[in-house]
């Protein structure tokens, strides 16, 4: 076995790479990260010790970053490569990519990790910054989503690998008016449904406990 993916399996982040590994069918070892610890073995290969960090020991490298490391997994295994042969199709899913991650996974995160900090330095300021931010991406996700079955078009992407960890988790600290924003919504319901996503959203399940606000009743 050449790769090792260092992750956790409740970790955003990590869910993108985790479902580029399922859809591809593509051998992978786990070392999951749970302690300080960890994170000290896991900066020997990457400085900032960010999961995921994929190590493939044959070609001797360490990559971090999950977009890369899903674009290093598409030149292994006999799948459909998760960024599209096509150059415009292949645009198109690195565009909406960066777009969930810096307009979906960002704001989540720093909904997220505010309650994470200690009593009394929280940042209710970029708090509600954050939520504003999702607020306006939703609609522009909705109508990128009419008449399509996925976010870059009418294959399953590196975008859709992005997009369902990130609608996952800000789903369930903002959710989006789901009776106006229909395309959204039927997108989200496909995404969670798709075998890869259950997968990973199972896998994340024992770890709940982590989410530093009570697990909302909407979310399965
Ligand atoms: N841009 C990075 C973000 C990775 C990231 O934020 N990972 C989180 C877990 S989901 C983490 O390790 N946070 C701790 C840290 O960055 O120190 C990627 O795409 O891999």
Known sequence: MSLTLYEHPFASYCWKVLIALYERDVPCERAQIDD???????????????????????????????????????????????????????????????????RVQTPMQKIVLDNLRPEGTGDRHGVEEARAALDLIYPVLDRQLRGSDWLAGPEFTLADAAAAPGLFYARAV??????????????????????????????????????????????D
């Open 36 to 102: 300080d610890a960890d994170r000290a073995r896991l900066a020997e290969l990457w400085p900032m010790a960010s999961i995921p960090v994929l190590v493939d020991d044959v070609a001797e490298i360490a990559l971090p970053e999950s977009t890369v490391i899903v674009e290093y997994l598409d030149r292994r295994g006999d799948a459909p490569p998760l960024i599209p042969a096509d150059p415009d199709a292949a645009l198109r899913a690195r565009l909406w990519d960066r777009v969930i991650d810096g």
């Open 174 to 219: 903002r959710r989006w008016d789901e009776e106006d924003l229909t395309d959204l919504t039927r997108y989200y319901e496909a995404l969670t449904a798709r075998p890869t996503v259950t997968r990973v959203i199972d896998e994340a399940r024992p770890f709940r406990e982590f989410f530093p606000l009570p697990w909302p009743d909407h979310m």
